[in-house]
């Protein structure tokens, strides 16, 4: 098993037009980790996988495997497997052919192919499925394959690129606790790329957030989803997304404000030092859905008060949108609370929550 040490990567592609896909991106990842790449379309995971898989060439820094660095070393020779977006599969092969196929040209013996096989089709639950060829399995099987397929190298570190996105809703939930479950059983490095957050929140230990080609945070999801550096990182992870308000920073009789223009709320006590700085300035506010009650009546510097103009229940809590003069805020709130469209509704947040923003940099004000 292995670490891997991204120091200063960078990749720009060439042509008329240089892209910048990956910029000055330096991690660390421990032996046995399960860190996953996340970011919006475009912002350079995929590339960043690639040229840790060898599949790319890199521009600068250094790609460092156990203690060598890998950067000259071809992808067959870096002991990283990968399990690929459309799984790859070879379709005039049975299962068990594709997934001996990568043992067979390495030359290992017929009878450890065998009993690799056998042991990674037990461990993924396709041991009857070894004899059909991939266009006679569903989605799902075809993505149990496709790790199979890796599985049977035992290679130093997993690279997964999205293998979920071909996978309808339910298929994908269960496919994340198995490949959870496989992570545990395995005690393996795996670097797992999406854009989806949720995936990143459920199975990461730590999760990379990267923006435009740059690394934003890296931590673990409680520790991005609590304490996001910047007002990228706090918007990407949550559903529905933080709210976030520009406000003035008032200081009255002893205690902070924060005025948005249609409604003002009064600070709590914990976040005075951090507001002093700011007084007479505007700054961004951000508050999460679930940081929100339901409140029947309006309270001067206490409630947001709006009117409904969603209302989407969940079942276990509902979405509610409520538009005041100047935002649209979301608020999660209890299932029995009955509210409807149309309706003037007040909000109570719970400001010991509140994170701030530095209004030109966005980043966190601590
Ligand atoms: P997605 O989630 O859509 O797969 P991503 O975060 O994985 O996106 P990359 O595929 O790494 O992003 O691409 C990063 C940037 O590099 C993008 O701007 C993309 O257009 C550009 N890019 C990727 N491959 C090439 C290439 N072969 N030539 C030129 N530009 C490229």
Excluded: W
Aim: one cysteine or more; charged letters at 25%; aromatic letters at 8%.
């Amino acid at each position: 098993m292995a670490q891997v040490i991204l120091k200063n990567l960078s990749k720009v592609y060439g042509g008329k037009t240089p892209v910048e896909a990956v910029k000055d991106c330096s991690i660390e990842i421990k032996d046995k980790e399960f860190v996953v790449l996340v970011g919006p379309s475009g912002c350079g995971k995929t590339t960043t996988l690639r040229m840790i898989a060898g599949l790319e060439e890199i521009s600068g820094g250094e790609i460092i495997i156990d203690g060598q660095v890998v950067n000259h070393i071809p992808p067959k020779d870096r002991d990283i497997d990968m399990v690929f977006q459309n799984y790859a599969l070879y379709p005039h092969m049975s299962v068990y052919e594709n997934m001996a196929f990568g043992l067979k040209i390495r030359k290992i013996p017929r009878k450890e192919i065998d009993a690799r096989v056998h042991e990674a089709a037990r461990i993924l639950g396709i041991e009857d499925l070894l004899k059909r060829k991939p266009k006679a399995l569903s989605g799902g099987q075809r993505q149990r394959v496709a790790v199979g397929r890796a599985i049977v190298r035992q290679p130093k570190v997993f690279l997964f690129d999205e293998p979920l996105s071909n996978l309808d809703a339910k298929l994908r939930v269960q496919m994340r606790a198995e490949i959870s479950a496989l992570h545990e059983k395995l005690q393996a490095t795996m670097i797992y790329v999406t854009h989806d957050q949720i995936e990143a929140l459920t199975m990461a230990d730590r999760i990379v957030v990267m923006k435009d080609g740059e690394v934003q945070q890296v931590g673990t999801p409680m520790e991005l989803y609590n304490n996001p550096e910047n007002m990228f990182v706090a918007g990407f992870l949550g559903t529905p997304p933080m709210n976030f308000m520009a406000v003035f920073v008032e200081y009255e009789n002893g205690s902070y404000y924060l005025n948005e223009g249609s409604f003002r709320l009064k600070a709590n006590m914990l976040h005075d030092s951090i507001l002093s700085p700011y007084a007479g300035k505007k700054i961004i506010m951000g508050l999460r859905p679930e940081d929100f009650t339901f409140c029947m009546k309006g309270e001067v510097d206490r409630t947001i008060n709006g009117t409904v103009s969603v209302v989407e229940p969940l079942g276990s809590e509902t979405n509610v949108y409520v538009s005041t003069p100047t935002n649209t805020i979301t608020g999660k709130i209890s299932p029995t609370a009955i509210v409807h469209k149309g309706e003037t509704i007040s909000l109570l947040p719970t400001m010991a929550k509140a994170k701030f923003f530095d209004m030109d940099t966005g980043k966190a004000i601590f």
